[in-house]
C-alpha cells in the first residue's frame, strides 16, 4: 500500500468516458462520505475549458444523480468545490508547463493520475508528466484499456510506461474487477467451504461465460472496426473472469498474492484450434427488443471482416481442470444484454427416484454480473403435495439477490471501488503487467488460427444469438448455451 493520495489527476475529462462513469463515481464517493476531506481533483484536457466549464460539465452530468438519491444540492456544490481545470496536450509534452505548476506542490502528499485517452497518447503523456516534475515514489498511474492491440504492441506500452512508473505504481485498469458481482465470486469461492471440495473436474462439468450486448456501434466505429469482439471483450474482461473461476486459492487478499494464481490460469490455457473450437460471426439486419436494426456492414458504412461475435471452447490445462470445457461467448445485437457465470456441476451418480419422478437435473450456480447483480443455485426438490405415484421432484432456484440481500446498500459504479483503491493505491483489482501479457499471448495465437485457416465472420440476424454454428460449438458435446 502506497501514500494516499490527495491529488486526483484526471487527463481526459471533458470525454464521454468521464462524464458517465468518472465524475459520477467521484461524486458517489464524495455523497457517501469515502473521500479524503483534503482531495483535489485536477481535470485536463487539450481545449481551455477553465474551472467553470469543468464545474459546469460535471453539474449537468451529476444533477440527474442528486435528483435520484435525492441529496442535498450542497453535496454538489462541495464536489464541485474540489475540482479544477488546467488545460494540457497530451501529445505535447512541452504543453504540460502550466499542469506541472498547478499540481507539483502537493506531489509529495500522493498524486494519482488517471489516464482516459488514447493508448497512442500514453507514452507522451508520460514524457510530459516527468518534464513537468509530476512523477516520483509519491505518485501513482492509472491506465484504461485498450493496452495494446497484440503481444507486441501491448509490451510497448507497458515498457513506455514502466520507463517513468515501475509496476507497484502502475494500475492498469479492468472495470468488470470493480462490480461487486465480480467481488462476490471471491467471496463465494474463498470465504466459504460449501463449494470447494466440488470446485474442480470430479464436481463440475463446463463452465459457460457470456457477455452479451444488444447495443451495435454506438459511436465507437474507428475503435471497435480495428479490434474486434475477441480483443475488445474477450482479451480482457472474459479472460479475467475465467481466471477468477479457475483460479487457487490465494494465500491471501492481497495484490501479488491474487494475480499469482490468476497468472498461473492464463498461462494454463490450452492453445486453441481456431477451426474447431472457435465461431465467429458479424450481424446483419434484424431486430432487437422488437426495433429494426440495421447490420454492421450498413452501420460502418465500408466493408469490413471485423467479427462482432465470437465464441470459444478453451480448457485449462491443470489438474483441477482437466477435462472441464469454458465456453467463452460475445456479441452485439444480441437479444439481451447480459453478463454472467454458469458453473454447471455434474449429475448424481445414480438416482433412487424412480417411476413418475421428474428426471434428476445437475445443480447449476449462475452468477449474473449485469445488468441486474445476482447468485442462483438451481436444485432438485420434492413437489409439495400428495402422490399416489411417489416422491415428484421439481428444480427450483435459490436465490441470492443482492438488492434483496443487501437493500440498504446502493447499487455502486464498479468505477467506485476502483477509485478508492487508487487513491488508497491497493492494487488487488488492477491487472499485473504478466497479466496483460499471458492474455494477449493466447488471443494472438486464436488470431493466427482464423488467419491460417482463411475464417472470415459467419452471418447472424441482429437479434438472436449468433451463428448456427455457436450452438453447434457446444451441442456436439452434449451442452446447451443458459439462454
Not at 83 to 103: K, W
Not at 141 to 146: D, G, R, T, V, Y
Not at 210 to 234: A, K, P, W
Request: glycine share 8%; net charge negative.
Amino acid at each position: 500500500m502506497g501514500t494516499p493520495a490527495n491529488t486526483l489527476l484526471l487527463f481526459g475529462v471533458t470525454g464521454d468516458l468521464s462524464r458517465r462513469m468518472l465524475l459520477p463515481s467521484l461524486f458517489n464517493l464524495d455523497a457517501d462520505g469515502l473521500l479524503p476531506p483534503e482531495l483535489k481533483i485536477v481535470g485536463t484536457a487539450r481545449q481551455p475549458f477553465g474551472d467553470d466549464g469543468l464545474k459546469q460539465t460535471a453539474r449537468t452530468a451529476l444533477e440527474p444523480i442528486v435528483a435520484d438519491r435525492g441529496l442535498d444540492a450542497a453535496i454538489l456544490d462541495r464536489f464541485c468545490a474540489r475540482l479544477s481545470y488546467v488545460a494540457a496536450d497530451a501529445s505535447d509534452p512541452d504543453s504540460f508547463g502550466a499542469l506541472g505548476d498547478a499540481i507539483r506542490d502537493r506531489v509529495g502528499d500522493g498524486l494519482a493520475i488517471f489516464l482516459s485517452t488514447a493508448p497512442s497518447l500514453f507514452e507522451s503523456t508520460i514524457a510530459g508528466l516527468e518534464k513537468a516534475g509530476l512523477t516520483g515514489p509519491t505518485v501513482r498511474l492509472a491506465l484504461e484499456k485498450p493496452l495494446g492491440q497484440d503481444l507486441e504492441s501491448s509490451r510497448e506500452i507497458n515498457d513506455a510506461v514502466a520507463r517513468v512508473f515501475p509496476e507497484d505504481r502502475t494500475f492498469r485498469i479492468d472495470h468488470y474487477l470493480g462490480k461487486e458481482t465480480v467481488q462476490n465470486l471471491i467471496a463465494l469461492r474463498f470465504g466459504n467451504v460449501l463449494f470447494e471440495p466440488l470446485w474442480n473436474a470430479q464436481g463440475i462439468d463446463h463452465v459457460q461465460i457470456t457477455v452479451s450486448e444488444t447495443v451495435g456501434l454506438e459511436g465507437r466505429t474507428s475503435y471497435f472496426d480495428g479490434m474486434g469482439s475477441l480483443r475488445d471483450m474477450v482479451q480482457n474482461h472474459m479472460l479475467q473472469l475465467l481466471a477468477l473461476v479457475a483460479m487457487e486459492a490465494p494465500t491471501e487478499f492481497a495484490a501479488n498474492a491474487v494475480r499469482d494464481e490468476k497468472v498461473k490460469v492464463l498461462r494454463s490455457l490450452r492453445p486453441v484450434d481456431a477451426a474447431r473450437e472457435t465461431v465467429i460471426g458479424q450481424y446483419v439486419a434484424g431486430a432487437v427488443a422488437g426495433k429494426p436494426v440495421p447490420g454492421y456492414l450498413d452501420e460502418l458504412g465500408q466493408p469490413s471482416e471485423t467479427e462482432t461475435f465470437v465464441a470459444i471452447k478453451a480448457h485449462v490445462d491443470n489438474w483441477r481442470w482437466h477435462g472441464v470445457p469454458f465456453y467463452l461467448r460475445t456479441g452485439k445485437r444480441l437479444p439481451t444484454r447480459r453478463s454472467e457465470i454458469v458453473i454447471q456441476f455434474r449429475g448424481v451418480p445414480h438416482s433412487i427416484f424412480t417411476g413418475r419422478s421428474a428426471a434428476l437435473q445437475p445443480n447449476r450456480l449462475v452468477i449474473s454480473i449485469q445488468p441486474d447483480e445476482n447468485i442462483s443455485m438451481t436444485m432438485m426438490a420434492k413437489q409439495p403435495g400428495l402422490d399416489r405415484g411417489g416422491i415428484r421432484l421439481r428444480e427450483v432456484p435459490l436465490d441470492i439477490r443482492m438488492p434483496n440481500a443487501f437493500a440498504d446498500v446502493r447499487k455502486r459504479i464498479a468505477y467506485e471501488r476502483l477509485w478508492i483503491d487508487l487513491i488508497e493505491g491497493l492494487p488487488t483489482l488492477f491487472v499485473r503487467r504478466d497479466e496483460v501479457e499471458a492474455q494477449w499471448q493466447w488471443i494472438d495465437a486464436i488470431r493466427e488460427g482464423w488467419a491460417a485457416n482463411s475464417m472470415s465472420p459467419k452471418p447472424y440476424a441482429a437479434g438472436t444469438w449468433g451463428p448456427a454454428a455457436a450452438i453447434a460449438l457446444t451441442e456436439r458435446d452434449g451442452v446447451s448455451w443458459n439462454d
